[in-house]
C-alpha cells in the first residue's frame, strides 16, 4: 500500500498546524466566521444540525489496519463513540468540538491522513472499486492511477476555486463498483486495439437536483496521456463552468447545455497545448506508484479448502454468510470478506470505535494488514484465506458485524437525513431502518434477492436515490416528512437514472409501499430476473398499479 | 401572532444554543427571550447578531414556537430535533441528559 513520501507528509504536516493557528485566530475573535467559514471548510469542518462534523478523506476508499484503528480511537477521543462511512468512502464524525479538532487532524497526520479534499470547491478525494487488487474480474488496480490523481489533484492551485466541486471515480473492473458513470468525471479501464490498458473518459455524470448519466468523452486514453487530458478537462470546465448558478455549477450542467460533442472539442484543443507537457507520465513513474500497490504476499494455495467446506456445511448462519458476503478473489485459496455495516434495524454506515478497531485487528491478522470502506457504506476485508473465513466470520458477529445481506434489499444505502444534516428536508435514517425490518428475515431476503435501496433526506442525492433500482427522496411537505420514490436506477456499468413512480408518501405509508413493489416484482418476475431486470422488461405500469390502482 | 426564538450554534463546541432574556445562550429552549411579532423577533435577532457575539456563536436565526404544557416547542420537525438530539440516538444530544 502507499506511504506517505517526504513530500506528502510535510504537506499534511504544515496544512495542519495551519488550521490549528487558523481555529486560535477564530475563537479568539482575529477573523470572523465569515472569514473562517472556507478554511475550516478546506479542512473538512462543516456545521451540522447539532455541532461540528469533521470529515476524513479516506483516499481512494483503502485504509491499513493502523490508519482504521486511529480512526476508531479518535471516535472515542473526540466523538461519541461511533463514525459513519459515507458514499464517497470517507468516514464523518459527528460531534466534534472546534477547539479539540486540531488535536484530532493531528492524530490523523501521525497515520498519514487528513481531511484534505473533502470539502469546498476542489477536486474532491477520488473513489475507486473496493475490491482493487483483490477482485477476480480486474483488468488492472486502479490505486496506482488514484494515487496519482491525488498527487495532481491536491492543492492543485489551478483548481482550488472551481465552479463547484469535482469528484473522479475509478474502475479497473468491467463491472463498475465504483459508480463511475454517476460522477463529473469517470474513468473505467479497458483494452484498446493494441492489447494496452488505457481509461475511458465520462465526463458529466452526476446526481442532486439534476441527474445524468455521464457521457463519453474519448473512448481511450493511455495511461501516459491521462493526467495531461484530465487537466485539460478541468481546465475547460473551470473556463466555462456556470459561475452564475450554484444549482448549474457542475460540469454536468456544461456537458448539457453544450453538448458532449462542443466539451469534447475544448477539451481536445486544450489537450493538444499540454499533452507533451510536465503532466506526460512516463512508463517508469507508473511502474513506481504500481509497486507501492503490489500484491501482498499470497501463499500458494489450493483454491478448495476443507476446513471452509466442513464449517459451511455444519454452521447454517456461516454459510449464509458466506453465500452474500464472500467474494471470488483473483488469488486461489483466497477470498474478499465484506463486513456489513448495515445490521437489521441499524443505521446504515455506522460503526462504533470498537468495531472499528475489531476491523482493524482482524485485517491485521488475516487480511494483510488492508481494509476497504465501500461507496455503499459497507467495510471490506480484501485478502482472507479461505481457510480463516469461519474464524474472521465468528469475530465480526460477536461484535454485531456479521449481518449475512450484501446485496439485499436490507444492504441500504442511506445519507444522515434531517437527524444530523443542516441541509436535509426529511429524516433518512429512521426509514431505512423499518425497511430493514420489515424485509429483515433472511428467507425473505434470498427469495428477493439483489435489491438496491436508496434513500436520501433532501435533492441533494448524497443517499444517491437517483440510482437505487428504488429510490427513495425524503422532503418537505408543508411541515411534514414526505417520501417519493423512484424505480429503475442503476449505478452499475448498465447505469441509468431512477423515474418517479408517482405521487409521495407519508412516513407512515412508505414502508407499506416499498413492499406493495417488491410483492408486485415476485409475483411477475421471470426465473432468475433481479427487481431491476423485471422493471426493465416489463417498464414502470405494473408497479405503478400496485401503489395507486386507478388513481 | 406566533411566538420566535434565536437559535444559533456555539462558536466552541457547535452545540445548539438559544438567547436568553439576560442575553445569554442557553442550551435549554424554555430559557430562551420569546419575541411576539414581527417587530420584536428582528430587535431580537438584531441583538444576536451584535459584531461581539461572533466570537461566541455562529450563525443565530429565528425560529417560530409554540408555548406548550411542556414548555416552548418548535413548529418545525428541524428544531424539534434541534432541542433533542438525533431521533435514531435517543442516547445522544440533550434528550440523552
Known amino acids: 500500500m502507499y506511504r506517505y513520501d517526504d513530500f506528502d507528509r510535510q504537506l499534511v504536516q504544515e496544512r495542519t498546524e495551519q488550521f490549528r493557528e487558523q481555529v486560535k485566530r477564530r475563537l479568539s475573535g482575529d477573523i470572523t466566521e465569515e472569514q473562517f467559514r472556507p478554511l475550516r471548510l478546506m479542512n473538512g469542518v462543516y456545521l451540522q444540525l447539532h455541532a461540528y462534523m469533521l470529515r476524513v478523506a479516506v483516499p481512494y476508499g483503502t485504509l491499513r489496519c493502523d490508519q482504521l484503528r486511529e480512526l476508531g480511537g479518535i471516535a472515542r477521543k473526540y466523538d461519541k463513540g461511533y463514525g459513519h462511512f459515507t458514499t464517497r468512502q470517507n468516514i464523518q464524525y459527528n460531534w466534534p468540538k472546534l477547539d479539540e479538532i486540531p488535536d484530532a487532524l493531528l492524530d490523523l497526520a501521525n497515520v498519514e491522513m487528513h481531511a484534505i479534499q473533502t470539502s469546498g470547491n476542489c477536486i474532491r478525494n477520488t473513489t475507486t472499486d473496493q475490491y482493487a487488487g483483490a477482485a477476480a474480474d480486474e483488468i488492472e488496480d486502479p490505486r496506482p492511477y488514484c494515487e496519482l490523481i491525488r498527487q495532481w489533484s491536491t492543492f492543485h492551485p489551478e483548481f482550488t476555486y472551481l465552479p463547484r466541486k469535482f469528484k473522479i471515480a475509478v474502475t479497473g473492473s468491467p463491472n463498475d463498483r465504483a459508480a463511475v458513470k454517476v460522477h463529473d468525471i469517470g474513468l473505467r479501464m479497458h483494452y484498446n486495439d493494441a492489447g494496452e490498458t488505457g481509461f475511458e473518459v465520462i465526463v458529466g455524470g452526476g446526481l442532486g437536483r439534476t441527474p445524468f448519466v455521464g457521457k463519453t468523452v474519448r473512448d481511450f486514453i493511455g495511461k501516459n496521456d491521462l493526467f495531461s487530458y484530465l487537466e485539460a478537462i478541468l481546465r475547460v470546465y473551470n473556463r466555462f463552468g456556470r459561475r452564475d448558478n450554484k444549482y448549474k455549477a457542475r460540469i454536468k450542467i456544461l456537458v448539457h447545455e453544450l453538448g458532449v460533442e462542443e466539451v469534447q472539442r475544448l477539451v481536445e484543443e486544450e489537450w493538444a497545448q499540454i499533452k507533451d507537457g510536465s503532466l506526460k507520465v512516463g512508463d517508469a513513474e507508473i511502474a513506481r506508484y504500481i509497486e507501492q500497490f503490489a500484491p501482498p504476499a499470497f501463499e500458494a494455495l489450493s483454491d478448495d479448502d476443507a476446513d471452509f467446506e466442513r464449517h459451511k456445511s455444519e454452521s447454517r448462519a456461516f454459510s449464509n454468510w458466506v453465500r452474500s458476503n464472500v467474494i471470488e478473489h483473483k488469488q486461489p485459496g483466497y477470498a474478499i470478506a465484506n463486513v456489513s455495516l448495515k445490521p437489521i434495524g441499524g443505521i446504515p454506515g455506522d460503526a462504533t470505535d470498537t468495531q472499528m478497531e475489531l476491523v482493524a485487528d482482524l485485517s491485521e491478522k488475516y487480511s494483510f494488514g488492508d481494509v476497504r470502506v465501500t461507496h455503499e457504506q459497507n467495510l471490506v476485508l480484501p485478502h482472507v484465506k479461505k481457510a480463516d473465513l469461519f474464524a474472521v466470520w465468528t469475530a465480526l458477529e460477536g461484535a454485531g458485524l456479521g449481518t449475512a445481506n450484501l446485496g439485499y434489499v436490507t444492504d441500504i444505502i442511506a445519507c444522515p437525513g434531517l437527524d444530523y444534516c443542516a441541509l436535509a428536508t426529511a429524516r433518512s435514517i429512521p426509514l431505512s431502518q423499518r425497511i430493514s425490518e420489515r424485509f429483515g428475515d433472511l428467507d425473505r431476503q434470498h427469495d428477493i434477492g439483489e435489491l438496491k435501496i436508496k434513500i436520501s433526506g433532501c435533492i441533494n442525492a448524497c443517499g444517491h436515490h437517483h440510482v437505487g433500482h428504488i429510490g427513495i427522496l425524503g422532503l418537505d411537505k408543508r411541515g411534514k416528512e414526505f417520501y417519493q420514490i423512484t424505480l429503475g436506477g442503476d449505478a452499475s456499468q448498465d447505469a441509468s437514472i431512477g423515474k418517479i413512480v408517482g405521487a409521495g408518501f407519508s412516513e407512515a405509508e412508505v414502508v407499506d409501499a416499498i413492499e406493495s413493489l417488491v410483492t408486485k416484482y415476485i409475483d411477475i418476475r421471470d426465473g432468475g430476473e433481479r427487481f431491476i431486470d423485471t422493471y426493465r422488461r416489463v417498464g414502470m405500469d405494473p408497479f405503478k398499479e400496485v401503489l395507486y390502482g386507478d388513481r | ?97
Open chain 2, 1 to 97: 401572532m406566533s411566538l420566535q426564538v434565536v437559535t444559533a450554534n456555539r462558536l466552541d463546541d457547535g452545540l445548539v444554543v438559544f438567547l436568553t432574556a439576560d442575553g445569554g445562550w442557553s442550551e435549554n429552549i424554555n430559557d430562551a427571550r420569546t419575541a411576539d411579532g414581527k417587530e420584536a423577533a428582528n430587535a431580537l435577532l438584531a441583538e444576536a447578531s451584535a459584531p461581539e457575539l461572533d466570537v461566541v456563536i455562529v450563525g443565530p436565526y429565528l425560529i417560530d414556537v409554540e408555548q406548550q404544557d411542556s414548555g416552548l416547542v418548535p413548529t418545525k420537525y428541524r428544531e424539534v430535533l434541534r432541542t433533542k438530539g438525533p431521533s435514531v440516538r435517543a442516547d445522544l444530544g440533550y434528550q440523552a441528559v
